[in-house]
């Protein structure tokens, strides 16, 4: 997900994207732990997407 993305959605949207994209990333980190994954730079990139949501999350909280 993008950062023009990201600034599109409201505080709720963000909240609920955030606890989905979270899930996701525990659900590859256990799929890659048990087998490895076809692509491990999925891991990477669902990492950075949390980061990202998170980050503005934080800077709306703030204004």
């Not at 730079?41 to 949390?50: D, E, G, M, P, Q």
Request: charged fraction near 35%; aromatic fraction near 2%.
């Amino acid at each position: 997900m993008k950062q023009a993305e990201i600034k599109e959605l409201s505080v709720e949207e963000l909240q609920l994207k955030l606890t989905e994209v979270k899930k996701e990333y525990a659900d590859l980190k256990v799929a890659h732990a048990v087998t490895p994954l076809e692509n491990p730079l999925l891991i990477r990139k669902t990492r950075k997407t949390v980061a990202r949501l998170a980050t503005e999350l934080t800077k709306r909280e703030l204004q």
